[in-house]
């Protein structure tokens, strides 16, 4: 199950895990990238399918979760990437606002995790990768609710690695740093972040990140070979804050 999996990185992470021979469900705030991010799997050989549920909205998550399972089975492997972005000064930050966004970043993966966990427990094994943000580890100027809703999120993944590791079940999450995604070119075309150019000259490795990046980090801590590693925050930066 990945969320977030119609665009950026969610969806290499799909084709990722589709590569291995893993089967994926797909689901997405929209139907038709859901459903496109399953076709394209599916031509390539894999099996997949594609489901439009909001995180935010519980209901819709556990009604998603019930057709995943009839069609694919149990979920052994959760990756979090949907989630929204926003940039507003700290003052001008509304509560609606802030609503949203701790609902669809942070609610949004709670709800998740609630649906995965009792399937990951039964099967005696599981993997949860939740993707944050390099941001709740720095701060970032007009994102305070963005920073706390991915402040959160690394918050619940520490708590459940500890409450789940017994069980064969691992929770790690990914903060990845300035990744090339939809959505940072739509904050550049609105003049919210830096050029992408720019911000690649000084970051570290002097390059933007790519989908590719964050997938595979996300695949290593999906294998069996991840299962000693658990609560962890997996740094996919480009060398910032380390
Ligand atoms: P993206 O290309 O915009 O992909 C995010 C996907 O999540 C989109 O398909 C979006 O659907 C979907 N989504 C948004 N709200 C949703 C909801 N309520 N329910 C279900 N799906 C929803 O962005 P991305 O850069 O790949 O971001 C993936 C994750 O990485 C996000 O959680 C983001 O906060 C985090 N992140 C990104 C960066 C970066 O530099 N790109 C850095 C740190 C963290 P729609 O397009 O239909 O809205």
């Given at each position: 199950?990945?969320t977030?999996?119609?665009?950026?990185?969610?969806?290499e992470?799909?084709?990722?895990?589709?590569?291995?021979?893993?089967?994926?469900?797909?689901?997405?705030?929209?139907?038709?990238?859901?459903?496109?991010?399953?076709?394209?799997?599916?031509?390539?050989?894999?099996?997949?399918?594609?489901?439009?549920?909001?995180v935010?909205?519980?209901?819709?998550?556990?009604?998603?979760?019930?057709?995943v399972?009839?069609?694919?089975?149990?979920?052994?492997?959760?990756?979090?990437?949907?989630?929204?972005?926003?940039?507003?000064?700290?003052?001008?930050?509304?509560?609606?606002?802030w609503?949203?966004?701790?609902?669809?970043?942070?609610?949004?993966?709670?709800?998740?995790?609630?649906a995965?966990?009792?399937?990951?427990?039964?099967?005696?094994?599981?993997?949860?990768?939740?993707i944050?943000?390099?941001?709740?580890?720095?701060?970032?100027?007009?994102?305070a609710?963005?920073?706390?809703?991915?402040?959160g999120?690394?918050?619940?993944?520490?708590?459940?690695?500890?409450?789940?590791?017994?069980?064969?079940?691992?929770?790690?999450?990914?903060?990845?740093?300035?990744?090339?995604?939809?959505?940072?070119?739509?904050?550049?075309d609105?003049?919210?972040?830096?050029?992408?150019?720019?911000?690649?000259?000084?970051?570290?490795?002097?390059?933007?990140?790519?989908?590719?990046?964050?997938?595979?980090?996300?695949?290593?801590?999906?294998?069996?070979?991840?299962?000693?590693?658990?609560?962890?925050?997996?740094?996919?930066n480009?060398?910032?804050y380390?």
């Open positions: 199950m990945v977030g999996g119609g665009s950026g990185m969610g969806l992470i799909c084709r990722q895990l589709a590569a291995r021979g893993d089967k994926v469900a797909v689901v997405d705030l929209s139907a038709t990238a859901a459903e496109k991010a399953a076709a394209a799997i599916a031509e390539s050989g894999g099996t997949a399918v594609g489901l439009r549920a909001d935010a909205d519980r209901s819709a998550i556990d009604a998603a979760y019930v057709s399972r009839e069609q694919l089975g149990p979920i052994e492997i959760l990756v979090t990437s949907a989630g929204l972005d926003e940039f507003c000064d700290f003052t001008e930050i509304s509560a609606a606002q609503d949203r966004m701790i609902a669809v970043n942070l609610t949004g993966t709670f709800n998740c995790l609630q995965t966990v009792p399937d990951m427990l039964a099967g005696g094994w599981g993997r949860i990768v939740t944050s943000s390099s941001s709740a580890q720095s701060g970032a100027k007009r994102m609710h963005y920073v706390a809703s991915k402040g999120v690394i918050g619940i993944t520490k708590a459940l690695a500890v409450e789940l590791a017994p069980s064969g079940v691992t929770v790690n999450t990914i903060p990845p740093g300035f990744i090339d995604t939809p959505m940072v070119r739509r904050a550049e609105k003049g919210d972040v830096p050029d992408v150019n720019l911000i690649a000259k000084q970051t570290p490795v002097r390059r933007a990140g790519t989908p590719q990046d964050i997938a595979a980090a996300v695949v290593f801590l999906c294998s069996e070979e991840a299962g000693y590693i658990t609560g962890q925050a997996l740094n996919v480009g060398g910032w380390i």
